[in-house]
T-cell receptor
Framework: GAVVSQHPSWVICKSGTSVKIECRSL??????MFWYRQFPKQSLMLMAT?????????EQGVEKDKFLINHASLTLSTLTVTSAHPEDSSFYIC?????????????FGQGTRLTVV | AQKVTQAQTEISVVEKEDVTLDCVYE???????LFWYKQPPSGELVFLIR??????QNEISGRYSWNFQKSTSSFNFTITASQVVDSAVYFC??????????????FGQGTRLTINP
């Protein structure tokens, strides 16, 4: 299957700093990528839909100015957590669909564990 | 609105026992997709199965089997002869629409399965 790579796998940052997480489709092009957040022992919740060349679409309750999403190419989307606070500590995971593949597959990255201290 | 319910928060069984994880979903759409994912402690999501709403045929893959019942809006997952390596959190998920396909997923709360030696 197609490979989606996230970087970094884990990151620890100080409160008030910004952290950038990358999501790359390694062997396919993805016009759309999705960012999910998972708090400890909870389910995955969709944060936003990242569209190549246009603005991201955010789910209700997600602050777009705090979670900046950039989808500058068909293989890369980035999520920047700005002015991070301890409550932003979570597991962030992206998924991507192959634009030329069947409309039934979404491939997940390995996730990024963010800890804000 | 879409909703996925996994009523079993945690299940613990002894190795070699069979175990069934329940999943009930709600959707107004006639075309939708159902998924099961495994999330080991490392965090990545491991794809197990995808089923579209037009295919009610049950599926077996090794020790895994799935029972899709549209009449009860359920998509249950059974592990036969469980093994310690099956210990993980299992998520049932739903996506709607022929056009959207597998792009945006709504996840259930997850079931933490522990297989004891």
């Amino acid at each position: 299957g197609a490979v989606v790579s996230q970087h970094p796998s884990w990151v620890i940052c100080k409160s008030g700093t910004s952290v950038k997480i990358e999501c790359r489709s390694l062997d396919f092009q993805a016009t759309t990528m999705f960012w999910y957040r998972q708090f400890p022992k909870q389910s995955l919740m969709l944060m936003a839909t990242s569209n190549e060349g246009s603005k991201a679409t955010y789910e209700q309750g997600v602050e777009k100015d705090k979670f900046l999403i950039n989808h500058a190419s068909l293989t890369l989307s980035t999520l920047t957590v700005t002015s991070a606070h301890p409550e932003d500590s979570s597991f962030y995971i992206c998924s991507a669909r192959d634009r030329q593949g069947p409309n039934t597959e979404a491939f997940f990255g390995q996730g990024t564990r963010l800890t804000v201290v | 609105a879409q909703k996925v319910t996994q009523a079993q928060t945690e299940i613990s069984v002894v190795e070699k026992e069979d175990v069934t994880l329940d999943c009930v979903y709600e959707t107004r759409d006639t075309t939708y997709y159902l998924f099961w994912y495994k999330q080991p402690p490392s965090g990545e999501l491991v794809f197990l199965i995808r089923r579209n709403s037009f295919d009610e045929q049950n599926e077996i893959s090794g020790r895994y089997s799935w029972n899709f019942q549209k009449s009860t809006s359920s998509f249950n997952f059974t592990i036969t002869a469980s093994q310690v390596v099956d210990s993980a959190v299992y998520f049932c998920a739903l996506s709607e629409g022929l056009i959207q396909g597998a792009q945006k997923l709504v996840f259930g709360q997850g079931t933490r399965l522990t297989i004891n030696p």
